[in-house]
């Protein structure tokens, strides 16, 4: 079975930080680009940071620009979110996805979700003291 396989979410207070998971079965991650998305209640989906199939290429949403760091290790099949300095505001389900069928999202070049091939089921992230 091909899935997405996220972890590492919780509860933390502002401030804290969290690592974030994103796990491949049944399909290697090397030739795909890795995306996180997030949603919090009443919100829109929104791109939070990409890594391209290379790990040459990342992105980040200017509201985490500085707190946030996304990473690959192939090796492990495993794409990592790394969460500083949490704000409340950080507070949402998180996604990853995996694009590898269209060029631009596998280089982190595309744009909203529907270049990806591949999605997990999520993991909640809440910022509260």
């Known amino acids: 079975q091909l899935q997405l396989v996220e972890s590492g979410g919780g509860l933390v207070q502002p401030g804290g930080s969290l690592r974030l998971s994103c796990a491949a079965s049944g399909f290697s991650l090397d030739y795909y680009g890795i995306a996180w998305f997030r949603q919090a209640p009443g919100k829109e989906r929104e791109g939070v940071s990409c890594?391209?199939?290379?790990?040459?290429?990342?992105n980040y949403t200017d509201s985490v620009k500085g707190r946030f760091t996304i990473s690959r290790d192939n090796a492990k099949n495993t794409v990592y979110l790394q969460m500083n300095s949490l704000k409340p505001e950080d507070t949402a389900v998180y996604v990853c996805?995996?694009?590898?069928?269209?060029?631009?999202?596998?280089?982190?070049?595309?744009?909203?979700?529907?270049?990806?091939?591949?999605w997990g089921q999520g993991t909640q992230v809440t910022v509260s003291s």
């Open positions: 890594i391209s199939s290379s790990g040459g290429t990342t």
């Open positions: 996805a995996a694009a590898g069928s269209q060029l631009l999202f596998r280089l982190c070049r595309g744009t909203g979700p529907n270049g990806y091939d591949y």
